[in-house]
C-alpha cells in the first residue's frame, strides 16, 4: 500500500483490509487524505470495471483516478476524469504521467446551472445548486457511452446544505448504457443521501448502500 504514516481518520477496518489486498494500490506514494474516496470505496468501483463496465468517466479527481487507472490499463478499460480545479487536475495528471498511465484529466469549470435545462428539485432542508461544470467543456470530452458513472464533486462538504452533486444524472442521462452503475460518494451526509435517493426516483432502480460511504444504483434499461 502507499502509504507513509497514519491512515487518514476517516478510514474503518475494511479500509485498511482493502488497501493491502487489492493489488492496484500498490506502487508510488498517493496523496491519501481525509477528502480522498476510501480504499473500500474504490476497491468496489474496480469490482464494477471488472463486471465489464468499460467506459468509466469519474466527477472528481483524486487518488481514485491513480488506482482506477492502473486497473483500467490490466483491463483494457478507458477512464476519463473531470475536475474542475486546473492546479489539482495538473497534480494528478503529473502522478498518472510517473507511471505511464494513460487517462484524460480534463478542466471543466463550474459555471452558472441552467435550472429550465436541469431540473434539482429542492426540499426544505436543501437547496438546488446554483453552479454545476461547465456543459459546453463537458460535451467535447465525454464518451457517448457511459458503463460506469463514479460522482465524486463537485466537493460538497462546505455546502452541506446544498444538492451540488444532483445534476450529475440529469445532466448525464442520455450518455449512460442501458445497463449502467452510477456511484456517488459521500452519502453519510444528507445532500448526498437525498441526491441519491432523486437519481433512484429518475432511473427506475433500486438504491444500494454500504459501508463504503457510497450509494451504488444499478440500471438496466430498454
Known amino acids: 500500500m502507499s502509504l507513509h504514516g ?79 480545479d486546473s492546479g489539482w487536475a495538473d497534480e494528478i ?37 446554483e453552479s454545476w461544470y461547465d456543459l459546453a467543456a463537458l460535451g467535447d470530452v465525454l464518451p457517448s457511452r457511459i458503463d460506469l458513472l463514479v460522482v465524486d464533486g463537485p466537493p460538497a462538504a462546505e455546502s452541506p446544505d446544498v444538492l451540488i452533486r444532483a445534476p450529475a444524472v440529469p445532466a448525464l442521462e442520455g450518455r449512460l448504457a442501458e445497463a449502467c452503475t452510477v456511484v456517488l460518494d459521500d452519502v453519510s451526509r444528507r445532500a448526498e443521501l437525498h441526491t441519491a435517493r432523486l437519481w433512484c426516483h429518475m432511473l427506475g432502480c433500486e438504491l444500494e448502500l454500504s459501508d463504503t460511504d457510497l450509494a451504488v444504483l444499478r440500471t438496466s434499461r430498454g
Open 93 to 129: 495528471r503529473a502522478l498518472l504521467h510517473r507511471e505511464g498511465l494513460d487517462v484524460e484529466v480534463f478542466e471543466a469549470p463550474l459555471a452558472a446551472l441552467d435550472a429550465e435545462a436541469i431540473r434539482v428539485p429542492a426540499e426544505p432542508l436543501l437547496r438546488a445548486p
Open 6 to 84: 497514519s491512515p487518514p481518520q476517516r478510514w474503518e477496518a475494511n479500509d485498511l483490509v482493502a488497501a493491502r489486498e487489492l493489488p492496484f494500490f500498490a506502487g508510488p506514494e498517493l496523496p491519501w487524505s481525509d477528502w480522498a474516496m476510501r480504499p473500500s470505496a474504490i476497491a468496489l468501483l474496480v469490482e464494477e470495471m471488472e463486471r465489464g463496465r468499460g467506459s468509466v468517466v469519474e466527477l472528481g479527481s483524486g487518488v481514485s483516478t491513480i488506482v482506477l487507472a492502473r486497473a483500467a490499463r490490466e483491463l483494457g478499460a478507458k477512464l476519463v476524469s473531470i475536475d474542475h
